[in-house]
Every structure is written in C-alpha cells, then in structure tokens.
C-alpha cells in the first residue's frame, strides 16, 4: 500500500473541499498548512514518509497563496537532504474565475516538483469540450497538466461544482494507481 499526503492550503473552504475529493480517491492523509503558513506538528515526517505528495492551493493573483509560498519555500530543508527525489507529485487549484490564470498555480506546482526531483503525474483525462457538455461535466474547465476547480467568489464550498469535485477524486485516483506502479 502506497501513503499519500495531500499537503494544502485553504482560507475559505473551497480548496479544503478539493483537498477531501482528491484525498478520497486517492486514499490519502490529508494536512493542512494553517492561515499563518505552517504545517502542524509532524508534518515534515509525514512528508518524508509519503510515497507520494500531491500539492494544492487556491489561486491567488495568478500563482499560490502566500501561505502556500511559505511552506514552499520552508520545504528547502527538504531539497537539501533529497527528502523528496523520486517521489510521485501531482497538484490542484481552485479560483473565483473560470480561467483565473490557474495555469499559473500549477506551473508553479510543477516547479517546486521538479526542483525536489520528484515524478510529476498529469490529469489523464479527456475533456468535456463537446456543445452537450455540461458544467457538472468531468474535466468541464479543460485540464491537462492538474485538477482544477472554479467557485464563484460569492458562494460557499458547498456551492462547488459537482463535476469539479468529481474531477478531483478521479485525480486523486490516477496519483494512486501511478504511485502505486512505483511501489518498491
């Protein structure tokens, strides 16, 4: 059995809610990094220990929140020892807008992968790109590189798109299968 963490930053709930679909399919710990940036006690153990990270965060301005940042650039502890090499990687994002620059987040994401040396996995799905495709639709925001999700900036988490959400547990799915190939 592979561990996989999903290491990730939520203020308003609605990248939380990513976090558990993820989670869920890929049967994943979740841990939270806190509103100042940090990750509760043992979370660095935890990370070390995992098979497999998968990283997410809300977009903000085109990139990472800045708590997100913190626990990135905290991880330089991490990259000096090689923690990190050779481990599965793969990452999420949530904006208020339907492109909201999330591409951005996740280059980011990939980024700060390659710089540990881990093993970056993609969306692997099909888009819903057809005129029959609805916004509950799997992979409706198009998708290649993570999952991502919209959630209008004047609603609640569980005003998320069902179609996002799914779109998230079937990401967390395909991070499991792929980790679960590179079982030592």
């Not at 057809?130 to 290649?144: E, G, H, K, P, W």
């Not at 005003?159 to 799914?166: H, P, S, V």
Request: glycine share 10%.
């Amino acid at each position: 059995m592979t561990d996989i963490v999903v290491v990730f930053h939520s203020a308003y709930g609605h990248t939380q809610r990513m976090a558990q679909a993820v989670a869920r399919g890929a049967g994943a710990q979740l841990l939270a990094i806190d509103a100042d940036g940090n990750l509760p006690a043992g979370g660095w153990e935890l990370l070390k220990a995992a098979d497999a990270i998968i990283f997410g965060t809300p977009t903000y301005m085109g990139s990472v929140s800045w708590q997100f940042k913190k626990f990135a650039d905290a991880s330089s502890k991490a990259w000096y020892a090689q923690d990190w090499k050779d481990k599965i990687a793969a990452g999420f994002t949530n904006s208020a807008g339907m492109n909201g620059d999330k591409q951005g987040t996740l280059t980011t994401l990939f980024t700060l992968a390659m710089q540990h040396g881990m093993i970056w996995v993609s969306q692997g799905l099909m888009p819903s790109q057809m005129r029959s495709a609805r916004r509950d639709d799997v992979n409706y925001l198009v998708s290649y590189s993570g999952a991502i999700a919209t959630s209008p900036a004047d609603a609640g988490a569980d005003a998320m798109a069902a179609g996002d959400l799914e779109t998230a547990r079937l990401f967390g799915e395909r991070v499991a299968e792929i980790a679960a190939r590179f079982q030592r």
